[in-house]
């Protein structure tokens, strides 16, 4: 099988970067910029499951040098979107399926819109990685997990052959049986977790040691209740542990929506928070989500008028 990935930043130039390891035939799609650093320093991994480098990745900027590809890795920002489809639309064959690991939801119709429902398949990651100034990539946490399901039909065939392209790879790879009701989950928490650090500008530990527990929680639960009533309550133990997580004194977590706040970054507010209240009923029933989401409209609206 061969496999576009789209983007060789932290998460794609992470799996991407695995599965050049293990031999898998891959080319990334990456802007001008970052090929002339990869042919520089050629890609770099640092984790705790080893180091990788390979001196000259295949690469190109433009998806028609790819050829028709089998399976598009899709590893950009939610803000780059409409831009990476129209990137690797060349690229698509009649057979191609698309993997996106982005998070949210709103990515998917626009996918589903681009390119149709049945080569579209669900993803999700859970990795803790990025960048460092030279374009290497840091790994930093004990998880490098791949999740993905065919959306419709869990034991398809596409299911099966994107399973075989990418097994045995050097990450944690699942197939999900269930993979919308676990990319909601991640969402829920993910929101959550992006829109009290950045709205309070700390870790979860620290917003709860200054007397705020009851507030993240009534955050993750105001995100739970939109989920539940689109159809995809999350499930128990995910609710158990997601809580247990957000109520730990003693977290040094900070979303990484956080990290481009303090950077002065463009953020994934809007695909991330935004989207979630538009899922439910703009705010009403959620107005710590509200106000996270309007606080990061406002740095953005900032950004915007000093020409960040």
């Known amino acids: 099988m061969r496999i576009l990935v789209v983007g060789a930043g932290g998460i794609g130039g992470y ?15 990456v802007r001008p910029n970052r ?26 900027t433009d998806a028609a040098m790819a050829g028709p590809v089998d399976l598009v890795l899709l590893s950009c920002k939610a803000y780059d979107l409409d831009g990476a489809i129209a990137g690797f639309a060349p690229a698509m064959g ?8 982005l998070n949210g939801m709103a990515h998917i119709a626009a996918l589903d819109a681009a390119f149709g429902p049945a080569r579209v398949l669900g993803g999700l990651c859970q990795i803790s990685v990025a960048r460092d100034a030279e374009g290497r990539i840091g790994h930093f946490n004990d998880a490098h997990n791949l999740v993905c399901g065919d959306r419709d039909d869990p034991q ?26 676990e990319m909601w989950e ?8 992006a829109g009290i650090t950045c709205l309070m500008r700390a870790s979860v530990g620290d917003i709860v040691t200054a007397g705020g527990g009851d507030v993240v929680l009534d955050l993750f639960d105001e995100c739970c209740a939109i989920a539940a009533a689109k159809g995809f309550p999350p ?25 481009d706040v303090e950077r002065g970054a463009a953020t994934e507010a809007d695909h991330i928070l935004g989207a979630l209240l538009r899922e439910g009923t703009n705010g009403a029933g959620a ?16 950004r915007v008028r000093e020409g960040g």
């Open 94 to 101: 009649p057979e191609t399926l698309v993997l996106p690991l």
């Open 156 to 181: 398809s065939e596409k299911i099966a052959r994107v399973e075989s392209a990418l097994a045995d790879a050097g990450f944690a790879l699942r197939i999900s049986p269930a993979i919308t009701q």
């Open 35 to 60: 090929a002339a650093e990869l042919a520089e320093t050629g890609l770099a991994i640092r984790s705790p499951f080893g180091d990788f480098h390979h001196p000259a990745p295949p690469v190109v």
């Open 186 to 193: 991640k969402w829920v928490f993910i929101a959550a977790c």
């Open 15 to 29: 799996f991407g970067g695995r599965l050049l390891e293990a031999g898998r035939d891959v080319v990334f799609l």
């Open 235 to 259: 499930g128990a133990a995910m609710v158990e542990q997601s809580r247990g997580i957000l109520a730990n004194p003693k977290s040094a977590l900070m979303a990484s929506m956080l990290r």
């Open 287 to 302: 107005p710590i989500l509200r106000l996270a989401n309007l606080h990061l409209k406002a740095y953005d609206a900032r």
